[in-house]
């Protein structure tokens, strides 16, 4: 991993830990207090129409977004390049990193899966089902957009987490794009998620981009409390605070090397 996150994720491990055993051992915390303890849940989202199929190549385009195909080939954490290309990915670089936490009792779940996938820089999904407006006025500059695949950008990633629940992802933001130009609806920048663990039930939703340094913020921003998915989800603004991610530079305030999110998905046992 390219950015250390051991030692702070650790403690708040450890934190959270020590509530809960003091809960157990001292019965000297409330059933309110031992809640207050916990992560709010991560809301759900839609699975959206885009989900690749599984065993095409990593840029092939994608016919079939049957929802229980794992991908294969798009299997690391790194989407800022295609392996065996020279070249990068357009976009600004971002790190997302954090845990996968049981909702119900606070622990880290290790060995989950998390699948990530999003359109380019520009907008446009590596899916044969993405055939709409692929060039479409910047709604506020006017400026012409053209959403055009990346060959250098992976697409889609996979990450398993460690013992600690740990997982992290390195990509682009991806570009907001058009939904109905004519009613003026887009999409916020945002990345799709579904997350495998044994036994339990695919947990699946959509996290969303906000930081000085996040293309197009002012208008993501915007777009946010109005998105088709957000409404149809039926999030209230507190659920929509809670899949929005913060992206910020590093300590040495350089965001050339990309810009650091944290997340912590709490999902259902
Ligand atoms: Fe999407």
Redesign the pocket.
């Known amino acids: 991993m390219p950015i250390s996150s051991d030692h702070i994720t650790r403690r708040r491990v450890l934190t959270r830990s020590a509530g809960i055993v003091g809960f157990i051992m001292g019965g000297l915390l409330t059933h309110t207090s031992f809640a207050a303890l916990l992560p709010k849940p991560t809301p759900r989202q839609s699975l959206?129409p885009?989900f690749p199929d599984d065993g095409d190549e990593v840029d092939a385009i994608r016919e079939n977004s049957n929802p229980d195909l794992p991908i294969s080939q798009a299997n690391d954490q790194d989407l800022t390049f295609v392996k065996g290309r020279k070249g990068k990915a357009k976009g600004q670089v971002v790190y997302l990193r954090g845990q996968v936490l049981d909702a119900k009792t606070g622990q880290p779940i290790p060995n989950a899966v998390l699948i990530m996938w999003?359109?380019s820089a520009t907008g446009r999904?590596n899916h044969k089902g993405d055939e709409g407006t692929h060039n479409f006025p910047h709604p506020k500059t006017g400026k012409i957009i053209h959403r055009t695949h990346d060959e250098h950008f992976q697409y889609w990633g996979k990450a398993i987490t460690n013992l600690q629940g740990e997982y992290w992802f390195k990509t682009i933001v991806p570009g907001f794009y058009p939904i109905d130009l004519k009613a003026g609806l887009y999409?916020p920048s945002?990345l799709?998620f579904k997350i495998l663990r044994p036994n339990t039930q695919t947990f699946v939703t959509?996290l969303y981009f906000r930081g000085d340094h996040i293309p197009n913020n002012e208008l993501n921003q915007e777009l946010l409390p109005n998105d088709v998915v957000i409404l149809d989800a039926g999030l209230l603004p507190e659920e929509q605070e809670r899949v929005i991610v913060d992206y910020a530079p590093d300590a040495s305030g350089k965001i050339t090397n990309g810009l650091i999110g944290n997340y912590h998905f709490a999902i259902p046992s």
């Open positions: 959206g885009f999003s359109a999904y999409r945002h799709h959509q």
